[in-house]
């Protein structure tokens, strides 16, 4: 079987199984009519680990998948994968630097436009359209402040 398939099968039961105990630790009834805060992580929880057993199953079921396959078979796949580490890198850099809002303008404008290879239309849309619809989701309806930054470039967003 191929390592890395499960080892990776074995952290996702690992993370489950954590997602889980913070979930009993909290509270998983459901008292009165709400249900308490940990219900829905346990589950996920729960959902991601079955998922993980499942990939075991598959893997200790298939033998043709014993083989040793190239994690990369290209260079052309260590590239995809270097821009989709270095722009989520650069988000959360930015996320501290100037806030939320103009960080995942930024984001979504690059990674729509170079990564993704959309047309300019689609990308000043949804590089616009995705934080506006975030601001009056998170902030004007369910009241989470995301963060600001250190500098704040677009003011509205403060």
Known sequence: MRRIEFLTALGFIAFSLAVMGEGLRVGVGVPGKAFQPGFFPFWLGALLGLC???IIV???AAPGRLAYVPFFHERTQWVSVLKVTSTAAAMLILTYLVGFYTASIAYLFVYLRLVGKHRWPAVIVMSLGI???SHIIFEQI???LLPRGIFSLIPYFD
């Open 52 to 54: 993980g057993a499942i």
């Open 142 to 144: 369910l009241q989470i």
């Open 58 to 60: 598959q893997l200790l």
């Open 131 to 133: 934080p506006i619809a």
